[in-house]
C-alpha cells in the first residue's frame, strides 16, 4: 500500500501547448485567421462554460498559426473538432481537411485534400 501513496496524484495534466498551422489556406485567403481565433475564444469550454477562459486558456495568433496554451487539461481531439466546426461554418470544409503534423505530436496542420489523384483517374 505504500507504493500507491508515493506515486502521488494522478490525473490532471500540468501545462499542454497545442499548435493549429493554417499556412496554405491563409496564404489563399480562403481563411481568416484572425476570424478563427475569435472563434476558438467563444467557443472553447473551460469549466463547461464557453467563452470564460480567464487565466487556464490562453490563445495567439502569429501570420499562420495559432497557439492554445491550457494549465488544465485540454484535449487536442477538442482542438480538432473546433476547427472541422469553423471549417464547416465558414463552408470550406469540402476542400480542408484537418490533420496531425508527421514532425511534432502537438500541431495541426489544416491542408488541402489531394484532388490531383482524383483527376488523373478521370481523364483515362
Known sequence: M???SAAGPKGKKKGVNFTIDCAKPVEDKIMDIASFEKFL???????????ALGDVVTIT?????????SDSSLSKRYL?????????????????????SNKDRSV?????????????????
Open 2 to 4: 505504500s507504493r500507491a
Open 41 to 51: 475564444q467563444e467557443k472553447i469550454k473551460v469549466d463547461g462554460k464557453a467563452g
Open 61 to 69: 495568433r502569429d501570420k499562420t498559426k495559432i497557439t492554445v496554451t
Open 80 to 100: 480538432k473538432y473546433l476547427t472541422k466546426k469553423y471549417l464547416k461554418k465558414h463552408n470550406v470544409r469540402d476542400w480542408l481537411r484537418v490533420i496531425a
Open 108 to 124: 495541426y496542420e489544416v491542408r488541402y485534400f489531394n484532388i490531383d489523384e482524383n483527376e488523373g483517374e478521370e481523364e483515362d
